[in-house]
């Protein structure tokens, strides 16, 4: 991919509606499974941390370093250091080129923007930050870091929409390769996944590339079996020297029928005394 073309998308990036709420996501170390545990905003000065109603429900879950499960919300002008510890400083010498992979032109490059773009990944981790997905006047519409992508080409056979898929690392990274800010990309509806019985393989030319977020497979299904028109695009595309997760970023726009929600249980909202 041409530095060109990485600048391009930084420029798209740049030109962004503001993003100012964030689910906060953390994976049980045992089971793996996700769990929505709080919202993380910013309104241009103050930060804001709040559990969600979901965090008080996990038997074995304890609160974030720093930050104490007594339903008072967090509320600075600096963010929370745990928080904090997920950003780059600009003075590290690779700060310009990661800046790039998650398309953000440095200047730009606050740790709000840094969290926002690249999900607060941190090796081994269990965190992560996604943006929250919108539901309003008939239509929905969210933005995610394709997952799973370097777990699509291991010699597993994949049942997508009822057909058979198997994809090596050379043709998934040939189909990366050729996407480009806007492209169409597919969803398939895949069978039998033993971690996600919702599974959405996000695809392009026929090619699996990850798979939708598990916390937001179930909505993503719903829609499809609906017969709702879901439109996939890409939003951010990063060259094969980025890491898995940051590569890929798919704009998901579709109907929205009467009552959907991506939350029907309410577990993301923020917990209040």
């Known amino acids: 991919m041409s530095s060109?073309?990485?600048?391009?998308?930084?420029?798209?990036?740049?030109?962004?509606?503001?993003?100012?709420?964030?689910?906060?996501?953390?994976?049980?170390?045992?089971?793996?499974?996700?769990?929505?545990?709080?919202?993380?905003?910013?309104?241009g000065e103050v930060f804001t941390f709040s559990y969600t109603r979901h965090a008080h429900n996990i038997p074995d879950f304890r609160p974030l370093p720093g930050l104490a499960l007594d339903g008072v919300a967090y509320q600075d002008t600096r963010m929370p250091t745990l928080f904090q510890q997920r950003t780059m400083s600009?003075?590290?010498?690779?700060?310009?080129?990661?800046?790039?992979?998650?398309?953000?032109?440095?200047?730009?490059?606050t740790p709000w923007e840094q969290i926002v773009h690249s999900g607060g990944h941190r090796a081994g981790d269990t965190l992560q930050f996604m943006e929250l997905p919108s539901v309003?006047?008939?239509?929905?519409?969210?933005?995610?870091?394709?997952?799973?992508?370097r777990h699509i080409p291991n010699g597993t056979t994949r049942i997508l929409n009822g057909a058979s898929f198997q994809v090596s690392a050379e043709e998934q990274e040939r189909a990366l390769g050729s996407l480009s800010f806007g492209d169409e990309l597919s969803l398939l509806l895949e069978s039998d996944n033993p971690k996600d019985p919702d599974a959405v393989v996000v695809a392009h030319s026929g090619v699996p590339l990850g798979w939708v977020p598990r916390i937001l497979s179930t909505g993503v299904r719903e829609l499809i079996e609906g017969g709702h028109h879901v439109r996939a695009t890409v939003h951010r595309i990063a060259d094969s020297s980025a890491p898995p997760h940051v590569r890929l970023v798919v704009d998901l726009d579709a109907e929205a029928p009467i009552g959907f929600t991506f939350d029907a249980s309410g577990n993301w909202e923020p917990y209040r005394i």
């Open 4 to 43: 060109a073309h990485i600048t391009d998308c930084a420029q798209h990036a740049s030109l962004d509606a503001a993003v100012n709420d964030l689910l906060v996501l953390w994976q049980h170390p045992e089971s793996r499974q996700i769990h929505p545990i709080g919202r993380f905003s910013y309104d």
């Open 90 to 109: 600009p003075s590290r010498p690779d700060f310009d080129a990661v800046m790039q992979h998650l398309g953000i032109a440095p200047r730009d490059a």
């Open 136 to 149: 309003a006047a008939g239509h929905v519409h969210a933005r995610f870091l394709t997952n799973g992508i």
